[in-house]
């Protein structure tokens, strides 16, 4: 069981550079609607300073947080599932801009044999502005006896 007592720990908040050419791949592998979102020209005829993050892109940022909360907590990443995500986009982010991701675990709780653990990350910009919150749940399956995750 998971104790309770992490709700409210919060990992240290940490940077991530949004790469032109990582957020351009990931924009045409997801397929963004509109040039703008792969083409420096495109975007900037757009209006934009430079290439726009979605906000899912946001999620595959905030994996970079060096803390080891989750193993602090004695959750076995061999168990763990995506359960849901979602997000609160304040305003546009774009390529070249370094954000800070501030993560803080909300809620823990059993349903069943599941535990599900919930993080929320407060997104902000260069100047402190915020860009998004982001919200994810994760299940943590039972430890097999013997088996796979014991």
Known sequence: MIDTAFV???SVPFTADVERGRLR???EVVG???AEFTDLDAARRAGHPDLPVPPTFLFGLDLADPSDLLAEMGVDL???LHVEQGF???RPAYAGQTLTFA???TDIRARGAL???VRDTAVTGPGGEPVADLHQVIAVRPASRGGEGA
Request: aromatic share 14%; proline share 10%; no cysteine.
């Open 8 to 10: 409210g720990s919060r």
């Open 25 to 27: 791949m990931f924009n």
């Open 32 to 34: 963004a609607p509109g």
């Open 78 to 80: 061999d168990r763990v």
């Open 88 to 90: 609160v986009y304040h």
């Open 103 to 105: 993560p803080v675990i």
């Open 115 to 117: 535990e599900f653990v």
